[in-house]
């Protein structure tokens, strides 16, 4: 399977600690995958080194036929693969609309194109009356949204999303999933890092399953989640 | 922050001041003292502000600014035509040196402050070694009886005035249109959070090191003049840590968050200065005035003035805040 993002056996050490080790799994065009596992598995490392914010120890990392392993992140960004942080990161001296605006900048080195651009995103997401409000004044569920409409602002190919509905009423995670399912009908290949396995079920075709920085799984997620290792990584062993 | 119409609203003004002080030499000597350290710390905070780049040592290119005048005129002869440019490249230059050296090993903050205000010292140290600079003494510009516009000597103060006028409002039009371009909302957005800035495609080190060339540029240009103006130039009044100092008070004063509030402060405070050091017969009597002003101002105003005046003014054009999200459209 050729795919949009491939990583052939990342690894990554912080000293000693072999933080991810041999990892290696692809992403298709227009799918949403998942990597899930129990805290401190690594994925956010991973997520890190895809996003460029870490270089890979070792490995290679390709995004559309090119190699971006050790590349800063604003180049992977304009190669069209852009991440959203797990701890929301907005721009708080802003509006919601230049915060967008800003993301909008890396397709439309005119301001008014940028501008036009952002109202666009902020429009599909249903988002405009927020449009002069200081990103400051947002409520998390809020703040989450903007981070996600930043990303897209910057028209993606591929989004990296960490942990998007950590502290989400099941309410707005809701709409949160509804949102992320619709972002393949317009071209955007989905990773997710996710704890809630229903939340995985739901949203993703493909998932792979890291514990220790290794893959233990990889496939559909049905398959997955059902594998006895990964019950055992996530819940400990049965007759233990 | 209301784009062009500010800027012709505050460069209507300069020009306003301007006209009032040419009724007098001692006016036009405060009008020239304001928009030089106006200048100053709109360009200043051209980085603090709006960058999040922390400087303690611009005295440093005005410094250089300042000599090169200074040097080229007294000891090489050389026009300002040919020292403004001189010393605006080096100072340029000595920015991109600094700054790539701060943002290759990811200073931020005080660090980078620091890291400045070394620069600054280990500058004004060696300016106050040298003996072709003057040592501590200082360099004298040559002057003659007679008025020489190549040679920037004038007896009356008006051209001066003109010309630092010029400087201020090209400051602050080029500032404006920066700040509605790109480049400023990759400045504010690094800021903000450079790491989000960097996910979002800006790249860091390179907007960073633009900002600090600009800023270094424009201070370098006011080095200049002020060489030509007082036509002498020694360590303590353009490279020491006062008139970095004085910069950022400024801004703190004026508001950081506006490309004008520098400005603000600096009409408030240089008048202020001037007519403290005039009056008090105490020996730094201005200086204790001042810091009592400053606790004031910032237990009171914390975002300055400008701050103020704006967050007044949006709060009473202020739209209701939407409750809630209308449902995403459907991309069926």
């Not at chain 1, 995103?121 to 989450?144: K, P």
């Not at chain 2, 306003?16 to 007098?24: E, H, I, Y």
């Not at chain 2, 205000?117 to 003057?134: H, R």
Request: aromatic share 10%; net charge neutral; with cysteine.
């Amino acid at each position: 399977m050729s795919g949009l993002l491939q990583l052939r056996a990342v690894s990554k050490s912080f000293g000693g600690l072999r933080a991810l080790d041999n990892v290696s799994f692809n992403v298709a065009a227009g799918e949403i995958f998942a990597i899930i596992g129990p805290n401190g598995a690594g994925k956010t490392t991973l997520f890190n080194c895809i996003a460029g914010a870490l270089r890979p120890t070792d490995g290679e990392i390709l995004f559309d036929g090119h190699r971006i392993d050790g590349r800063p992140p604003h180049e992977i960004c304009s190669r069209g693969l852009v991440r959203t942080f797990q701890i929301v990161k907005p721009f708080r001296g802003m509006t919601v609309l230049e915060n967008i605006k800003v993301a909008a900048f890396a397709r439309h080195i005119r301001p008014r194109d940028a501008e036009e651009a952002a109202g666009r995103v902020l429009a599909h997401l249903g988002m405009e009356a927020f449009a002069g409000i200081d990103a400051d004044e947002l409520n998390v569920a809020q703040l989450r949204r903007l981070e996600i409409a930043r990303a897209l602002a910057t028209e993606p190919q591929l989004l990296l999303l960490d942990e998007m509905l950590a502290g989400l009423t099941p309410a707005e995670a809701t709409v949160m999933c509804d949102l992320i399912r619709e972002l393949p009908r317009q071209g955007i290949a989905v990773i997710v890092v996710e704890h809630s396995i229903p939340v995985v079920r739901s949203l993703c075709e493909r998932a792979v399953v890291i514990t220790f920085g290794k893959v233990l799984a990889e496939g559909m997620t049905a398959e997955v989640i059902a594998d006895p290792r990964v019950q055992e990584a996530y819940l400990g062993r049965a007759d233990g | 922050m209301s784009g062009f119409r500010t800027v012709l609203c505050v460069g209507g003004l300069v020009v306003a001041s301007f006209l009032l002080a040419l009724s007098d030499r001692y006016y036009m000597d405060v009008f020239i003292l304001t928009c030089f350290y106006g200048t100053l710390a709109v360009s200043w905070n051209l980085m603090a502000g709006l960058t999040g780049l922390m400087s303690l040592g611009h005295a440093l290119f005005v410094g250089i600014g300042a000599y090169s005048v200074a040097w080229g005129a007294s000891a090489q002869g050389w026009p300002p035509l040919v020292t403004w440019p001189l010393g605006v490249a080096i100072a340029v230059a000595a920015a991109a040196i600094i700054g790539m050296l701060c943002f290759r090993y990811g200073l931020r903050g005080y660090f980078f402050a620091i890291a400045t205000l070394a620069f600054n010292e280990v500058a004004f140290f060696s300016v106050s070694a040298s003996v072709a600079l003057g040592r501590s003494d200082g360099l004298i510009l040559p002057t003659s009886s007679e008025d020489s516009l190549l040679m920037l000597q004038f007896f009356d103060k008006w051209p001066y005035g003109l010309i630092i006028g010029v400087i201020l409002i090209a400051t602050l039009a080029i500032g404006q249109h920066l700040l509605t371009s790109r480049t400023g909302y990759y400045w504010r957005a690094l800021r903000d959070n450079e790491e989000a800035a960097e996910a979002l495609g800006v790249n860091a080190r390179a907007y960073k090191l633009r900002c600090f060339m600009l800023s270094a540029g424009i201070s370098a240009f006011c080095g200049a003049f002020y060489a030509n103006y007082v036509a002498f130039v020694d360590p303590r009044s353009v490279l020491g840590i006062d008139l970095s100092i004085q910069m950022l008070v400024y801004s703190i004063i004026g508001g950081m968050s506006l490309l004008w509030g520098p400005l603000l402060g600096a009409v408030l405070l240089v008048p202020f200065s001037v007519m403290l050091r005039n009056i008090s017969a105490i020996q730094g009597g201005e200086i204790i005035a001042y810091a009592v002003l400053l606790i004031v101002l910032a237990l009171v105003l914390p975002q300055g003035i400008a701050g103020w005046l704006t967050a007044r003014w949006r709060r009473r054009s202020a739209v209701s805040r939407p409750e809630g999200f209308a449902a995403p459209e459907r991309s069926a």
